[in-house]
C-alpha cells in the first residue's frame, strides 16, 4: 500500500463547496442551523488563510543566511 490514493477530484470538492453553501443560504433549515452552517464554512476559511500565513511567515528566503548549509573548510579533500 505505498502508492498514493486519490479519493476526489477538484470538481467534487468545488461541488461540495457550493452544495454546502446552497445549504447555509438557501435552505428550509432554521435559521439557527444555517447560521451553524455559514459559520463552520467561515471559520474554515479563516483557519486556512491563517496557516497560510504561518506558513508564508515561518519560510526562510535562500539568500537568507540562515538558508546556506553550513560547510567546514578544514575538512580533509575526498578523491
Known amino acids: ?3 498514493e490514493l486519490v479519493l476526489a477530484s477538484k470538481w467534487d470538492i468545488g461541488f461540495d463547496v ?3 453553501l ?3 443560504f438557501f435552505s428550509s433549515l432554521p435559521f439557527w442551523a444555517r ?8 471559520s474554515t476559511l479563516v483557519y486556512g488563510f491563517v496557516s497560510w500565513l504561518r506558513n508564508r511567515s515561518s519560510a526562510t528566503p535562500d539568500d537568507a ?15
Do not use: I, K, S, Y
Open 22 to 24: 446552497w445549504v447555509g
Open 65 to 79: 543566511p540562515e538558508a546556506v548549509e553550513n560547510v567546514q573548510e578544514d575538512a580533509a579533500p575526498v578523491r
Open 1 to 3: 500500500m505505498g502508492e
Open 18 to 20: 457550493v452544495r454546502f
Open 35 to 42: 447560521c451553524t452552517v455559514l459559520a463552520l464554512f467561515g
